[in-house]
């Protein structure tokens, strides 16, 4: 959530800065803004909406310079005009800031700094924080420079309560840039002769492949040469390792596709093989995670397992739920990280908590992982980004190796968790009851369906076809049963966040306790109906929906009849265990809202009012 770049060096900055911008779009796009230090100026540029914009107005307005700060924003205070957007000054004018994440009590510091005269052009947080440092910096004693500054921000951060990640520059001490964080996340990109400050290494990817992560609490000054991280309270930070950036510029580019959505659904052959790769021992006709860190007596002794998450990470939970429960044998819930992290469950000894986040960012996610550690609980992380808080604060856990993940609606990241699941219930179920024979018949039929998901990708033109009838439907039902229960509720999600459609996921069989009376003929329903033990009961809730004049769209089985004859229409997915199934009929419902976005004219890659990695609460 927003987005941040800070450069300085040997080229000028803003080309740099905005390049960067560019790739952390998809973060946060409601408005952008940079500054540079030119001729002993500040050269601001700011304004609402997309990076573009900023691009156009900096052709008009160029912001020369080889030192400068950068933001993109999602609106959390204040709404998103051009007087909100990032950088903002402090009351001298000769201070800048960008900052990601939230301040709690900035009204009681307006209220204090309004008192002491500061006036404020904007609606934000943010704006509070450049006007204590900079006030701070103007009172202090010390001669101007690095070290004075770098105390005034240690001295306001004091003050604050909250999340940020912060870039601070300040025409006194124009050949450096402060970054500091507490709960949002911040970089130091490794140059010859220059460095950045990022939120986020992905931004400086054709520039920089080495990163050095920020901890909370970390102060950092970044000069050309150099840079130096020390703590909140003024002592030598611990050590640091510098982190390679393992994918390349061609991994965060659109190629032939014209959304990251599209490419990142057709990806999923390969990072649902990249999930497996190493993972699936015949000779023990189990799963090898080593990344867990647990003896086979531990994971012996796990006598429930509780899975948080949020949006379609806690769906891949549910699917989780599923698998572990009937492939484990290991009692299985799965709460949303938002409520687990204030629930304060009943946890014994034998609770294993899983952590399922992609960006590994998200911020109850995180919460929930803190609270779970400090119970003492073995907290195990199910994360993307390798480098990410949770992935660093769980220490243990699986990566998902899906590759970056750009597409706001989350897809790639779904089978990969789903995967993850699949390869954790078969590891604690040959531990208990499975044979290894029924070992050997998971490890065949998860070995087939990177395959089955590329032929299930072959029904993308047939329901781009689809999509079109229904381009007029005011909302959208979406049902399933057993495994494909969080398919419908994760399906439902991916419609609605990128039509904008109202929409609702349900389990099959509540039809008729509510929500029937939706039913009507611009209300389509989509039922996940594969061949499985529960195809005869959906068969009866279509027929249900269609005696009440609904239109239906079905999933199915390919070979398995019955559909045709109910449905109107109906796409079929390759054949496989029930258990699997949830990694092939997703593939349909993510097309299916990807080709009725863009019917709809939607922002596929950027829908409203999201952002991708919900970094505050
Ligand atoms: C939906 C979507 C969100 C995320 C959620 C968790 O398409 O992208 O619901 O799944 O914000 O994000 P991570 O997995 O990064 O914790």
């Given at each position: 959530?927003?987005?941040?770049?800070?450069?300085?060096?040997?080229?000028?900055?803003?080309?740099?800065?905005?390049?960067?911008?560019?790739?952390?779009?998809?973060?946060?796009?409601?408005?952008?803004?940079?500054?540079?230090?030119?001729?002993?100026?500040?050269?601001?540029?700011?304004?609402?909406?997309?990076?573009?914009?900023?691009?156009?107005?900096?052709?008009?307005?160029?912001?020369?310079?080889?030192?400068?700060i950068s933001h993109t924003r999602w609106a959390t205070h204040g709404r998103p005009v051009d007087e909100n957007a990032h950088p903002h000054?402090?009351?001298?004018?000769?201070?800048?800031?960008?900052?990601?994440?939230?301040?709690?009590?900035?009204?009681?510091?307006?209220?204090?700094?309004?008192?002491?005269?500061?006036?404020?052009?904007?609606?934000?947080?943010?704006?509070?924080?450049?006007?204590?440092?900079?006030?701070?910096?103007?009172?202090?004693?010390?001669?101007?420079?690095?070290?004075?500054?770098?105390?005034?921000?240690?001295?306001?951060?004091?003050?604050?309560?909250?999340?940020?990640?912060?870039?601070?520059?300040?025409?006194?001490?124009?050949?450096?840039?402060?970054?500091?964080?507490?709960?949002?996340?911040?970089?130091?990109?490794?140059?010859?002769?220059?460095?950045?400050?990022?939120?986020?290494?992905?931004?400086?990817?054709?520039?920089?492949?080495?990163?050095?992560?920020?901890?909370?609490?970390?102060?950092?000054?970044?000069?050309?040469?150099?840079?130096?991280?020390?703590?909140?309270?003024?002592?030598?930070?611990?050590?640091?390792?510098?982190?390679?950036?393992?994918?390349?510029?061609?991994?965060?580019?659109?190629?032939?596709?014209?959304?990251?959505?599209?490419?990142?659904?057709?990806?999923?052959?390969?990072?649902?093989?990249?999930?497996?790769?190493?993972?699936?021992?015949?000779?023990?006709?189990?799963?090898?995670?080593?990344?867990?860190?647990?003896?086979?007596?531990?994971?012996?002794?796990?006598?429930?397992?509780?899975?948080?998450?949020?949006?379609?990470?806690?769906?891949?939970?549910?699917?989780?739920?599923?698998?572990?429960?009937?492939?484990?044998?290991?009692?299985?819930?799965?709460?949303?990280?938002?409520?687990?992290?204030?629930?304060?469950?009943?946890?014994?000894?034998?609770?294993?908590?899983?952590?399922?986040?992609?960006?590994?960012?998200?911020?109850?996610?995180?919460?929930?992982?803190?609270?779970?550690?400090?119970?003492?609980?073995?907290?195990?992380?199910?994360?993307?980004?390798?480098?990410?808080?949770?992935?660093?604060?769980?220490?243990?856990?699986?990566?998902?190796?899906?590759?970056?993940?750009?597409?706001?609606?989350?897809?790639?990241?779904?089978?990969?968790?789903?995967?993850?699941?699949?390869?954790?219930?078969?590891?604690?179920?040959?531990?208990?009851?499975?044979?290894?024979?029924?070992?050997?018949?998971?490890?065949?039929?998860?070995?087939?369906?990177?395959?089955?998901?590329?032929?299930?990708?072959?029904?993308?033109?047939?329901?781009?076809?689809?999509?079109?009838?229904?381009?007029?439907?005011?909302?959208?039902?979406?049902?399933?049963?057993?495994?494909?229960?969080?398919?419908?509720?994760?399906?439902?999600?991916?419609?609605?966040?990128?039509?904008?459609?109202?929409?609702?996921?349900?389990?099959?069989?509540?039809?008729?306790?509510?929500?029937?009376?939706?039913?009507?003929?611009?209300?389509?329903?989509?039922?996940?109906?594969?061949?499985?033990?529960?195809?005869?009961?959906?068969?009866?809730?279509?027929?249900?929906?269609?005696?009440?004049?609904?239109?239906?769209?079905?999933?199915?089985?390919?070979?398995?009849?019955?559909?045709?004859?109910?449905?109107?229409?109906?796409?079929?997915?390759?054949?496989?265990?029930?258990?699997?199934?949830?990694?092939?009929?997703?593939?349909?419902?993510?097309?299916?809202?990807?080709?009725?976005?863009?019917?709809?004219?939607?922002?596929?890659?950027?829908?409203?009012?999201?952002?991708?990695?919900?970094?505050?609460?």
């Amino acid at each position: 959530m927003c987005g941040i770049v800070g450069y300085i060096g040997k080229s000028l900055a803003a080309p740099i800065l905005l390049d960067g911008l560019r790739r952390l779009e998809y973060r946060g796009y409601d408005s952008a803004g940079l500054a540079t230090v030119s001729d002993g100026r500040l050269e601001t540029r700011k304004c609402a909406g997309r990076i573009q914009a900023l691009a156009d107005l900096l052709k008009k307005e160029p912001a020369p310079g080889g030192v400068g700060i950068s933001h993109t924003r999602w609106a959390t205070h204040g709404r998103p005009v051009d007087e909100n957007a990032h950088p903002h000054a402090d009351g001298s004018g000769r201070l800048v800031l960008v900052h990601n994440g939230v301040i709690e009590n900035y009204q009681a510091l307006r209220a204090q700094l309004v008192e002491a005269g500061h006036t404020f052009k904007s609606q934000t947080d943010t704006e509070i924080l450049a006007h204590l440092i900079g006030k701070l910096y103007d009172e202090a004693r010390a001669p101007h420079g690095k070290a004075r500054l770098l105390e005034a921000t240690r001295a306001g951060l004091k003050q604050v309560i909250g999340t940020y990640g912060i870039a601070v520059l300040h025409l006194d001490v124009p050949e450096t840039i402060i970054g500091a964080r507490r709960g949002s996340p911040l970089a130091v990109g490794l140059g010859r002769g220059e460095h950045f400050l990022v939120s986020d290494p992905q931004a400086i990817i054709a520039h920089s492949q080495e990163a050095v992560y920020l901890k909370d609490y970390d102060v950092a000054v970044v000069g050309r040469d150099g840079f130096e991280i020390s703590t909140l309270e003024g002592g030598i930070a611990g050590s640091y390792e510098v982190t390679k950036v393992d994918f390349t510029s061609d991994d965060v580019t659109l190629g032939e596709f014209p959304h990251y959505m599209l490419k990142e659904i057709f990806e999923q052959p390969h990072s649902v093989r990249d999930a497996l790769r190493g993972r699936l021992s015949k000779d023990d006709a189990s799963a090898r995670l080593g990344g867990l860190n647990m003896t086979p007596q531990e994971l012996r002794d796990v006598d429930r397992v509780i899975i948080t998450g949020c949006g379609t990470a806690y769906h891949a939970g549910l699917v989780g739920e599923y698998l572990i429960e009937a492939l484990g044998h290991v009692p299985c819930e799965v709460e949303f990280a938002s409520e687990f992290r204030y629930r304060n469950m009943p946890m014994d000894k034998g609770t294993l908590v899983l952590a399922v986040s992609q960006s590994g960012e998200t911020i109850d996610t995180l919460a929930a992982v803190r609270e779970s550690v400090r119970k003492g609980h073995r907290t195990l992380g199910i994360c993307n980004n390798v480098a990410s808080t949770i992935a660093r604060e769980c220490g243990a856990g699986v990566y998902m190796h899906a590759g970056p993940e750009i597409g706001v609606a989350a897809t790639k990241s779904f089978t990969s968790q789903v995967t993850v699941f699949t390869l954790l219930a078969l590891l604690l179920g040959r531990i208990r009851h499975q044979s290894s024979s029924e070992g050997l018949g998971i490890i065949k039929a998860l070995e087939a369906i990177p395959a089955q998901i590329e032929r299930a990708l072959e029904t993308s033109d047939q329901i781009r076809e689809i999509a079109a009838k229904y381009v007029g439907a005011k909302g959208m039902l979406f049902m399933g049963r057993q495994y494909n229960y969080p398919i419908a509720l994760e399906g439902a999600l991916k419609m609605k966040e990128i039509t904008y459609l109202q929409c609702e996921g349900h389990p099959s069989a509540e039809l008729k306790h509510g929500f029937i009376a939706l039913i009507e003929p611009d209300m389509p329903s989509v039922f996940i109906a594969p061949d499985d033990t529960m195809f005869e009961s959906n068969l009866n809730s279509i027929e249900q929906v269609k005696a009440r004049r609904g239109p239906v769209i079905a999933i199915g089985t390919e070979g398995r009849k019955g559909l045709e004859q109910v449905a109107d229409d109906v796409v079929y997915i390759p054949r496989c265990p029930d258990y699997l199934s949830p990694l092939l009929t997703i593939i349909p419902l993510q097309l299916l809202s990807y080709h009725m976005a863009v019917h709809l004219g939607r922002d596929v890659d950027k829908p409203r009012n999201l952002a991708k990695s919900v970094t505050v609460e």
